[in-house]
């Protein structure tokens, strides 16, 4: 009896010693819990997360630029499924991947988890075709889970593949959008990318949020970058008529140009919306261009294709207060604008041409907006002096784009061509110094001038100017828009300071 209860006794204090050999360990046995949830395998969601940019719309407008006739197919293609669609859009486009816009930050942080052995899946709605050039270039995952054709894996279709996989609260995942909630709510750790505080909350409601990538800039500045408002200095063109007949003290004539001004203004920022969307796989190539708002992913290309027709209505609201010529010549300013960015920039030296037709067309648009006629030596001066322009900017970009990125051709030019195209522009700018001075001597200067005989100033600062821009170009430091170059510029600056001197002097 005595050695049943040493032995009830014994067994006692074992279970005692074991409750506080255990209670000691907890902190060691927790640390291991959570090392553990560390090695789990790390979901990674593409669009919006792992690159700044949603890659169906780019695979969108890449199809387009390569044939826009296919907007008809779309429709057809969405009728039987976006898994359907998705494949049928990444069968027929070719994209660069090595420049698109990847998050460094991410980045970063996924070969840091893998160089302590996490395993890396790409879980993403992207089509396959795409994923796996990504994934091939990338070289981080061990898997990877994408839209086939026939699944869209986005949301609760991508949250049971991978619970199909690793099992409810057996993965981490990282994503960026509301339909991540699915997933998250089946993960063991969030890590949310470029979300809103909002959301960053509502996903801490389904899980743990293990570390949060927090967007960096303000998008309301981005968007404004992307209007491009220092471009609208080349809408003061609009305002050359009121010089030009001598009437920028009559208040109606200069509320009218003002307008007219703010209509281009609307219009043009519209464009350059178009022509950045249009561009982006060219851009990215460029060692500056490289930077600008949709190259970089600072914008998704939704917003900027949003944006465009409520632009287009704000300055044809605009233009609705101006004569009915103005109107027509904002509208025809932005189809021809149009087909510059889809076809005309592709075609070796139509492109200059029409480019300086647009420049020409803002001068017009300014007659139209004062009802006057524009005078042919008007023209005829704009259209050489834009022309010259026109032809530094193809300069200047084979120049900089040949040196810096190694390339052979650009939009069509060859590196060969630099000195033709020097000849060519320099050539024109001095034939607009011609016709300035044939517009002197012919005596229309002296019916607006009363020591008409200071005009003749103007030739050889124009002359001097001209030669100073393409000495610039041939030094590689022009700008890729030669007129925001001019604005900027302190040379160009003590010029036209000098020209006004001497046109108020002669008046």
Same mark, same amino acid.
């Given at each position: 009896?005595?050695?049943?209860?040493?032995?009830?006794?014994?067994?006692?204090? =074992?279970?005692?010693?074991?409750? !506080?050999?255990?209670?000691?360990?907890?902190?060691?046995?927790?640390?291991?819990?959570?090392? #553990?949830?560390?090695?789990?395998?790390?979901?990674?969601?593409?669009?919006?997360? +792992?690159?700044?940019?949603?890659?169906?719309? =780019?695979?969108?407008?890449?199809?387009?630029?390569?044939?826009?006739?296919?907007?008809?197919?779309?429709?057809?293609?969405?009728?039987?499924?976006?898994?359907?669609?998705?494949?049928?859009?990444?069968?027929?486009?070719?994209?660069?991947?090595? #420049?698109?816009?990847?998050?460094?930050?991410?980045?970063?942080?996924?070969?840091? =988890?893998?160089?302590?052995?996490?395993?890396?899946?790409?879980?993403?709605?992207?089509?396959?075709?795409?994923?796996?050039?990504?994934?091939?270039?990338?070289?981080?995952?061990?898997? %990877?889970?994408?839209?086939?054709?026939?699944?869209?894996?986005?949301?609760?279709?991508?949250?049971?593949?991978?619970?199909?996989?690793?099992?409810?609260?057996?993965?981490?995942?990282?994503?960026?959008?509301?339909?991540?909630?699915?997933?998250?709510?089946?993960?063991? $750790?969030?890590?949310?990318?470029?979300?809103?505080?909002?959301?960053?909350?509502?996903?801490?409601?389904?899980?743990?949020?293990?570390?949060?990538?927090?967007?960096?800039?303000?998008?309301?500045?981005?968007?404004?970058?992307?209007?491009?408002? $220092?471009?609208?200095?080349?809408?003061?063109?609009?305002?050359?008529?009121?010089?030009?007949?001598?009437?920028?003290?009559?208040?109606?004539?200069?509320?009218?140009?003002?307008?007219?001004?703010?209509?281009?203004?609307?219009?043009?920022?519209?464009?350059?919306?178009?022509?950045?969307?249009?561009?982006?796989?060219?851009?990215?190539?460029?060692?500056?261009?490289?930077?600008? #708002?949709?190259?970089?992913?600072?914008? !998704?290309?939704?917003?900027?294709?949003?944006?465009?027709?409520?632009?287009?209505?704000?300055?044809?609201?605009?233009?609705?207060?101006?004569?009915?010529?103005?109107?027509?010549?904002?509208? +025809?300013?932005?189809?021809?604008?149009?087909?510059? !960015?889809?076809?005309?920039?592709?075609?070796?030296?139509?492109?200059?041409?029409?480019?300086?037709?647009?420049?020409?067309?803002?001068?017009?648009?300014?007659?139209?907006?004062?009802?006057?006629?524009?005078?042919?030596?008007?023209?005829?001066?704009?259209?050489?002096?834009?022309?010259?322009?026109?032809? %530094?900017?193809?300069?200047?970009?084979? %120049?900089?784009?040949?040196?810096?990125?190694?390339?052979?051709?650009?939009?069509?030019?060859?590196?060969?061509?630099?000195?033709?195209?020097?000849?060519?522009?320099?050539?024109?700018?001095?034939?607009?110094?011609?016709? /300035?001075?044939?517009?002197?001597?012919?005596?229309?200067? =002296?019916?607006?001038?009363?020591?008409?005989?200071?005009?003749?100033?103007?030739?050889?600062?124009? +002359?001097?100017?001209?030669?100073?821009?393409?000495?610039?170009?041939?030094?590689?430091?022009?700008?890729?828009?030669?007129?925001?170059?001019?604005?900027?510029?302190? %040379?160009?600056?003590?010029?036209?300071?000098?020209?006004?001197?001497? /046109?108020?002097?002669?008046?």
């Amino acid at each position: 009896m005595n050695g049943s209860i040493t032995s009830a006794a014994a067994v006692d204090d =074992e279970r005692s010693a074991a409750i !506080s050999v255990s209670r000691d360990q907890a902190p060691a046995e927790d640390w291991l819990v959570q090392r #553990t949830a560390k090695t789990l395998p790390l979901a990674v969601d593409l669009d919006g997360t +792992l690159i700044k940019t949603d890659m169906l719309v =780019e695979s969108i407008f890449a199809l387009l630029r390569r044939n826009p006739l296919y907007l008809f197919c779309m429709p057809l293609w969405l009728t039987r499924g976006k898994a359907y669609f998705k494949r049928q859009v990444s069968l027929r486009v070719e994209l660069d991947i090595e #420049t698109l816009p990847y998050n460094s930050e991410v980045l970063d942080y996924l070969r840091t =988890e893998r160089s302590r052995g996490r395993r890396i899946v790409l879980a993403t709605g992207t089509d396959e075709e795409i994923a796996q050039k990504i994934a091939e270039h990338l070289q981080l995952f061990d898997r %990877v889970f994408a839209s086939n054709g026939l699944i869209n894996l986005s949301g609760a279709t991508k949250r049971e593949r991978l619970k199909a996989e690793f099992g409810e609260k057996g993965f981490d995942y990282a994503g960026d959008a509301p339909c991540d909630l699915a997933v998250w709510s089946s993960a063991q $750790h969030a890590i949310p990318v470029n979300c809103t505080e909002r959301l960053v909350s509502r996903v801490s409601n389904v899980t743990e949020v293990d570390r949060v990538f927090h967007r960096v800039g303000n998008r309301a500045m981005q968007f404004l970058k992307a209007l491009r408002p $220092h471009h609208w200095l080349k809408n003061l063109l609009v305002f050359a008529p009121l010089f030009s007949v001598h009437a920028f003290d009559d208040p109606y004539m200069a509320a009218y140009a003002c307008l007219a001004f703010v209509a281009f203004s609307l219009c043009a920022s519209s464009v350059y919306l178009m022509n950045d969307m249009a561009d982006i796989s060219a851009d990215r190539r460029h060692p500056r261009k490289r930077l600008r #708002t949709f190259a970089a992913g600072e914008l !998704s290309l939704k917003l900027g294709s949003g944006s465009i027709p409520l632009l287009l209505m704000l300055s044809l609201l605009v233009g609705s207060f101006l004569p009915r010529p103005f109107l027509g010549m904002l509208v +025809l300013y932005f189809f021809l604008n149009l087909g510059y !960015s889809f076809a005309f920039k592709r075609i070796v030296l139509l492109d200059v041409i029409v480019l300086a037709g647009l420049y020409t067309m803002r001068i017009m648009a300014g007659c139209a907006a004062i009802s006057t006629w524009p005078s042919s030596w008007l023209l005829a001066f704009s259209t050489f002096l834009f022309l010259s322009l026109a032809l %530094v900017k193809r300069y200047a970009e084979l %120049v900089i784009t040949g040196a810096e990125a190694n390339v052979a051709e650009v939009r069509g030019y060859r590196v060969m061509d630099r000195e033709l195209l020097a000849a060519m522009g320099s050539g024109s700018g001095y034939v607009a110094v011609l016709v /300035l001075a044939i517009y002197i001597s012919a005596g229309i200067a =002296e019916i607006h001038y009363e020591r008409y005989q200071l005009v003749w100033l103007l030739c050889p600062l124009l +002359l001097y100017w001209i030669s100073y821009m393409w000495l610039v170009a041939h030094r590689g430091a022009m700008h890729d828009d030669p007129l925001v170059f001019t604005m900027r510029d302190k %040379v160009t600056r003590i010029v036209v300071a000098i020209a006004v001197i001497v /046109l108020i002097v002669a008046r």
